[in-house]
């Protein structure tokens, strides 16, 4: 580390102060970030209405932070390429559309996850 970069714990409230604003954001400018966001506040409160088991309800809220996490990482990635270029460029293309793979699958993953916990809890 050098002597210009802070150490110990002043390093650790800048950290937080640049992911807040990254959260802030992204909530004021990603429409499906806030969707998802409003369904976590719903669905990690009915985790715990749905499963008695600790590690069920751990599955059900880790599969929504999962989905938060993919979000931002594609947000983040479809920033950069706009960085580059608005011009059309088939490997921009493709990064964005890997991007949204990500998110798809991670909400194929939540919904699995949640079905399972789901139909077993009430079937």
Not at 25 to 54: G, K, N
Not at 57 to 77: D, F, K, Q
Not at 93 to 102: E, P, T
Request: glycine share 6%; hydrophobic share 55%.
């Amino acid at each position: 580390m050098t002597d210009s970069q802070p150490g110990g714990i002043r390093r650790i409230v800048r950290a937080t102060s640049f992911s807040a604003s990254g959260l802030r954001y992204a909530w004021a400018t990603e429409a499906a970030f806030r969707q998802e966001c409003v369904l976590a506040c719903f669905l990690i409160p009915a985790a715990f209405w749905v499963s008695p088991s600790a590690v069920e309800r751990a599955l059900m809220i880790g599969v929504c932070l999962l989905v938060l996490i993919v979000e931002l990482v594609n947000s983040a990635i479809e920033a950069t390429i706009d960085r580059i270029g608005t011009d059309r460029h088939d490997l921009s293309g493709r990064a964005k559309d890997l991007g949204s793979a990500a998110v798809f699958v991670s909400l194929v993953l939540a919904v699995t996850v949640w079905l399972m916990v789901g139909l077993e809890r009430f079937l």
